[in-house]
């Protein structure tokens, strides 16, 4: 059973930052796209950043340059830095595994929330 659990949102001031770690679990984490999302409150979920199984890494425009995705294999482990932080940022984040051949997004965790303040 793939299991993928979010952790490290929280209650964070404007200009902060924030690690977010998701942990899988049930799937060949090295060969699989990690991606994650968010959903703002009212708004549909936006994809914002991606990393292949080799690291190649992707970004939404409205999140390039205070975002870093990045993956530990050997953790089957997946982050996602965010610098500068924003009141808009606030939402849960969600990530989310494809395997590489894959267009759509396989399997979710249930989220962890992030609330910047000003």
């Known amino acids: 059973q793939v299991q993928l659990v979010e952790f490290g949102g929280g209650l964070v001031q404007a200009g902060g930052s924030l690690r977010l770690s998701c942990a899988a679990s049930g799937l060949t984490f090295g060969t699989y796209v990690m991606g994650w999302y968010r959903q703002a409150p009212g708004k549909v979920r936006e994809w914002i950043a991606a990393i292949s199984s080799g690291g190649t890494t992707s970004y939404a425009d409205s999140v390039k340059g205070r975002f870093t995705i990045s993956r530990d294999n050997a953790k089957s482990t997946v982050y996602l830095q965010i610098d500068s932080l924003k009141p808009e940022d606030t939402a849960v984040y969600y990530c989310?595994?494809?395997?590489?051949?894959?267009?759509?997004?396989?399997?979710w965790g249930r989220g962890t929330r992030v609330t910047v303040s000003l």
């Open positions: 989310a595994a494809r395997g590489s051949s894959k267009v759509a997004y396989e399997y």
